[in-house]
Nanobody, 123 residues
Framework: QVQLVESGGGLVQAGGSLRLSCAAS????????MAWFRQAPGKEREFVAG????????DYANSVKGRFTISRDNAKNTVSLQMTSLKPEDTAVYFC????????????????WGQGTQVTVSS
């Protein structure tokens, strides 16, 4: 069992930066791939970025590639999402997810979810 708690969301102007963090509890954290998803009002939850268990392999949605960076610290049981050059279309609730063997883009593959943190980018 893994419990996830996100933090770091907020309001930022376009072009600005934010860093999201996800704190995980549970013995299996270091053996599970982790990911960030987001959901804007009226839209489906979508994959943003994923990282394998060791942190050595990452994957990004095309819309954030080159602007966002996912990382993890297994010693601290945390996964982070550094977001730069933010755009108004990045506005959404961001969710931390885990529980897969390998990182995937499908929500149904993830067993554990955080409660979400709001990111709002003003133009």
């Amino acid at each position: 069992q893994v419990q996830l708690v996100e933090s770091g969301g907020g309001l930022v102007q376009a072009g600005g930066s934010l860093r999201l963090s996800c704190a995980a509890s549970g013995r299996t954290f270091s053996r599970t791939a982790m990911a960030w998803f987001r959901q804007a009002p009226g839209k489906e939850r979508e994959f943003v970025a994923g990282v394998n268990w060791s942190g050595g392999t990452t994957d990004y949605a095309n819309s954030v590639k080159g602007r966002f960076t996912i990382s993890r610290d297994n010693a601290k049981n945390t996964v982070s999402l550094q977001m730069t050059s933010l755009k108004p279309e990045d506005t959404a609730v961001y969710f931390c997810a885990g529980g897969t063997v390998v990182s995937t883009t499908r929500t149904r593959d993830y067993a554990y979810w955080g409660q979400g943190t709001q990111v709002t980018v003003s133009s």
